[in-house]
């Protein structure tokens, strides 16, 4: 969400808002499409079985696809957590810094030393290190102390925490809209068609989407709803939600600031209050500095490693222990030493194209027109297969 604005202001404010409608559209229909090409998994009409993500991809399109799913949807939640993991951990650092005046990390380029920053520099990096790269900083080591407790939950456990973190977002959207009054309204910050609009479509778009890329979470999502709970205006009524708060964040941040391309907004908020503002709005920049990444970004994360243990366990590719190595401990290791630099930028736009497009709107789409020939006679028996399935 904080690196939303600076999209508004590169490509002004008509062209994102009209990607997150349609994104947001055709988000909700991948989810509806997976949810009925469920109903016809056999003995599953009404979602009596835990049928996850790539078991639906082994009924209907057979093993060869199988294991390209996996690939595809490991590459998907893992690429939403690694860029989630950087996210948490530079606002770790920049709440670190505000606290103590200085945060510290063990540098590798372009020196190799225990290195220390006591203010946030003007990058365009959402990290207080700027373009340097380092192993690991304070503000790592405190967001390994947050999620470490988080990764043994399950989906239900996740429940409480995620209404949680709904709420705390609604008061940090509504902060912000203050902070914007605060700092003066300029509406030429945000044309309706920006200047930098001939390079901002493909950053738009693959924030965007990486933004609503929450179908292949639907599966388990299902398996673990209330039989009561309305499924269309639950998907419905998120998406809106959602699609809101960006929009009224992007709009927000990008009247009251001149922001650098990948800015992230946290930090642009304790750069400007730290000059101009008075100290109870110092106070309030700290706060949700410290709780953002608490409550937005490191709830989120556990989700997608339950999901892709699930998926391994489930289709005995590999064991409990290996699953727990492969959905939670692999991510982590990759993000050390890209938790600062540009990287994350050019890694969500990216990987948003292939592999969250791909997993998250063109896969659900396949799924559901595949679903009248699933009946047709295959060269190979995928119900044999299926019942070394652990779908119980």
């Not at 009224?248 to 001149?258: E, K, L, P, R, V």
């Not at 590719?317 to 699953?323: E, G, M, R, T």
């Not at 938790?339 to 559901?368: D, E, K, R």
Request: net charge neutral.
């Amino acid at each position: 969400v904080p690196l939303v604005p600076s999209l508004f202001q590169e490509a002004g404010w008509l062209f994102p808002i009209i990607i997150f409608v349609v994104v947001g559209w055709l988000s909700g229909m991948a989810c509806l499409f997976l949810i009925e090409s469920m109903t016809y998994f056999p003995g599953n009409r009404n979602f009596e079985r835990n049928i996850e993500f790539t078991v639906l991809v082994h009924h209907f399109y057979g093993k060869r696809w199988y294991y390209l799913t996996h690939v595809i949807l490991y590459g998907s939640l893992q690429s939403f957590n690694i860029s989630s993991i950087i996210s948490a951990i530079q606002s770790f650092d920049v709440f670190v810094l505000a606290v103590f005046g200085q945060t510290c990390g063990i540098r590798i380029y372009p020196q190799q030393d225990i290195h220390c920053v006591s203010e946030v520099g003007a990058s365009a990096s959402g990290s207080p290190f700027g373009s340097e790269y380092y192993l690991i900083t304070a503000g790592g080591s405190l967001f390994f102390c947050f999620i470490a407790p988080l990764m043994t939950l399950n989906l239900d456990d996740n429940m409480i925490i995620q209404w949680i973190s709904l709420m705390y977002m609604v008061f940090v959207v509504f902060c912000w809209i203050i902070m914007m009054f605060v700092a003066g309204v300029n509406p030429s910050l945000m044309p309706i068609i920006g200047a930098k609009f001939a390079y901002a479509p493909t950053a738009v778009i693959g924030q965007v989407m990486f933004n609503f890329t929450f179908a292949n979470t639907i599966p388990s999502w299902i398996n673990t709803k209330h039989p009561r709970v309305s499924i269309h205006k639950c998907i419905w009524v998120s998406i809106g939600v959602a699609a809101g708060f960006y929009i009224i964040t992007g709009i927000s941040g990008a009247m009251a600031f001149n922001l650098p391309s990948g800015a992230n907004l946290m930090k642009v908020h304790t750069i400007y209050f730290k000059e101009h503002g008075s100290d109870n709005m110092k106070r309030l920049v700290n706060f949700i500095t410290l709780t953002y990444p608490i409550l937005c970004l490191i709830t989120s994360i556990p989700v997608a490693f339950i999901i892709i243990r699930l998926n391994l366990i489930m289709s005995r590719l590999c064991s409990k222990d290996w699953a727990t190595f492969f959905g939670s401990i692999l991510p982590i290791l990759v993000c050390l030493p890209l938790q600062t630099g540009h990287f994350m930028v050019t890694f969500t736009n990216w990987s948003s194209l292939f592999f969250q497009s791909m997993c998250n709107f063109m896969a659900p789409l396949l799924i559901y027109i595949f679903l009248d020939k699933r009946n047709t006679v295959m060269t190979e028996s995928v119900i044999d297969e299926l019942e070394n399935l652990d779908l119980d």
